[in-house]
């Protein structure tokens, strides 16, 4: 079974900063990358996603970055805001054409005004 | 729309008991899942059940049961609760098919004592 691993656990980011996520996977031949939004007492959320047939998906200040031949992927948030301080889980499908999704370990972000 | 409905939210158990956490779907979803969430670890599937009639196991289903009452309804079934089952529990529903959102429950807080 795939295997995610995502870094950093946490990460503090001052207002108007970058925040920078990475995840790193094992099959090459997984092709769904989403990425998780948990705020405190509630359940994920999907946030953004990607397929590998393109490099980088932009929504609004949410940014994916993938490297398929260095079998990682990236979420990037620019313009950081305090409204964004949540827990952030990559994930991919558990086996190629898997519908279930296994999940990184999260990164716990804190965006400082 | 309710969309993912969890109960209760909150459990205390003693070592040996038993008990059931009940979801619910409003959205017609054919796919239903179990995940457990623990500081580190990320979210850890326990069972899920692609369609009505069907369930599958996950990465860590020892100690678990699962039933599919309907379409709508996926339990799961703690028969003897022990401290290592203390996490939060999250229900997930999504259409069938690759690459289609999961949508979560907003969890069931279980301590075991």
């Known amino acids: 079974q795939q295997q995610v691993k995502q870094s950093p656990q946490s990460l503090i980011v001052q207002k108007g900063g970058i925040s920078i996520i990475n995840c790193a996977y094992e099959n090459t031949a997984f092709d769904y990358f989403p990425w998780y939004q948990q705020f405190p007492g509630k359940g994920p959320a999907l946030l953004i996603a990607?397929?590998?047939?393109?490099s980088e998906k932009k929504e609004g200040r949410f940014t994916i970055s993938f490297n398929k031949s260095a079998k990682q992927f990236s979420l990037h948030i620019m313009d950081s805001q305090p409204g964004d301080s949540a827990t952030y889980f990559c994930?991919?499908?558990?086996?190629?054409?898997?519908?279930?999704?296994?999940f990184g370990q999260g990164t716990r972000l804190t965006i400082n005004p | 729309n309710a969309g993912v409905t969890q109960t209760p939210k909150f459990q205390v158990l003693k070592t040996g008991q038993s008990m059931t956490l009940q979801c619910a779907q409003d959205m017609n979803h054919n796919s239903m899942y179990w995940y457990r969430q623990d500081p580190g670890m990320g979210l850890r599937l326990i069972y899920y059940s692609a369609s009505e009639g069907t369930t599958d196991k996950g990465e860590v289903p020892n100690g678990y049961n699962v039933s599919r009452l309907n379409k709508r309804e996926f339990s799961l079934r703690l028969e003897s609760a022990a401290p290592s089952q203390t996490s939060v529990y999250f229900c997930a529903s999504s259409f069938s098919g690759w690459g289609t959102e999961a949508f979560f429950g907003q969890g069931t807080r279980l301590t075991v004592v």
């Open positions: 994930a991919a499908p558990a086996f190629q054409g898997a519908q279930k999704l296994v």
């Open positions: 990607i397929r590998p047939d393109v």
